[in-house]
């Protein structure tokens, strides 16, 4: 199992990065996703995300498993979800962990979705998965817009539940063209809790202040690459830790009325990746946790380029 290492600190200077500008930065105030999310779009979005998700995890498993030696599993993305499935990590198909491993994480993530008060009761139960929350809606449009247009070369997953609750990581970056080197993990990228705003300052400080101490993100359900080799599944420590956000009105754009997934990005998705590539050049550019050699700043470059261009990565322009 690969763990990295970990490196210093470095500081990314954005303002050299081309056609990058940190316009329009986004205030933690302004960064959550409130309740009152409209319930017409909640609707559509409960509506369009399914057949997207299950579109794009088909592109990400194609683009994975042709370079994972010996893997015994179909996919590594769930369809239903974007995550990253635990199941691939088993030593009967493979994989690094035992089954007792594997179970007792999610024995981990059962009690923390009860102390968290996560679908306690059925009635609850029926309502989220009928109609999702606007941070669950925000975190499956990360994964399928940034995949839409930066997928001919980065693989993005939502993480596996355990490295969500436990290591605080909700997306893992893979940069394909680079081996399968995993850049960066993004957490706090929507929220909508009702916290107050100094509330929601000192949770974010805390979990720098953690990835200061560890020396960066860490995952156990990973996919990447030692130094450029084939794909490996396992854990992965040291990684870049980001933060990413996009407006609540920007997330809400998404799913108005007439609004649609189609071929080509619209102009609402080419807005919310904007502010969500803004607001990492953000954190880059002021505090996050960078390490030595590590291509955020290619990341970055890319994604601006794309922006500027109104290119998709592997077509045409759009």
């Known amino acids: 199992m690969f763990t990295g ?22 205030p933690m105030e302004s960064r959550k996703i409130p309740r009152t999310m409209s319930f017409e779009a909640r609707k559509r979005a409960a ?64 009690s923390r979705r009860v102390s968290f008060g996560v679908n306690t ?4 139960a029926f309502v ?3 109609l999702p929350r606007p941070g669950e809606i925000g975190e499956e449009s990360l994964f399928c817009v940034l995949n839409r247009i930066l997928g001919g070369r980065y693989a993005v997953a939502r ?16 940069d394909l063209e680079r081996g399968g080197k995993p850049i960066c993990a993004i957490d706090e990228f ?22 200061h101490r560890e020396g960066g993100m860490r995952v156990r359900y990973g996919i990447g690459s030692e130094k450029g080799s084939d794909l490996r599944l396992g854990g992965f420590e040291g990684l870049a830790g980001v933060y990413a956000a996009v407006k609540p009105g920007t997330l809400e754009a998404l ?43 290619e990341f970055l470059r890319v994604a601006a380029e794309c922006l500027s261009t109104r290119t998709v990565i592997g077509r045409e322009k759009a």
């Open 121 to 124: 009761g059925s009635v609850d």
């Open 47 to 110: 509506e369009i995300l399914p057949a997207q998700i299950r579109e794009v995890a088909l592109r990400i498993n194609e683009a994975l498993l042709c370079r994972l030696a010996d893997c015994g599993v179909g996919e590594l993305i769930s369809p239903d979800d974007g995550r990253i499935v635990p199941d691939a990590f088993c030593s009967e198909v493979g994989g690094p962990y035992n089954d007792e491993r594997i179970g007792s994480d999610r024995e981990l993530v059962a």
């Open 128 to 130: 989220r998965k009928s």
């Open 159 to 174: 993480t596996e539940a355990y490295d969500d609750y436990e290591n605080l990581v909700d997306f893992l970056i893979v």
């Open 255 to 297: 799913y108005a009325p007439g609004s649609s997934f189609t071929d080509s990005p619209s102009e609402a998705e080419w807005e919310f990746f904007a502010e969500v590539v803004a607001s990492i050049g953000e954190d880059v550019s002021r505090d996050a946790v960078i390490l030595e050699g590590n291509p955020v700043k």
């Open 190 to 211: 929507v929220g909508d809790e009702q916290d107050a705003d100094e509330a929601a300052l000192t949770r974010v400080r805390k979990k720098k202040e953690r990835l």
């Open 5 to 26: 290492e970990r490196y210093p600190i470095t500081i990314v200077d954005m303002e050299h990065v081309p056609g990058l500008k940190i316009l329009n930065q986004i």
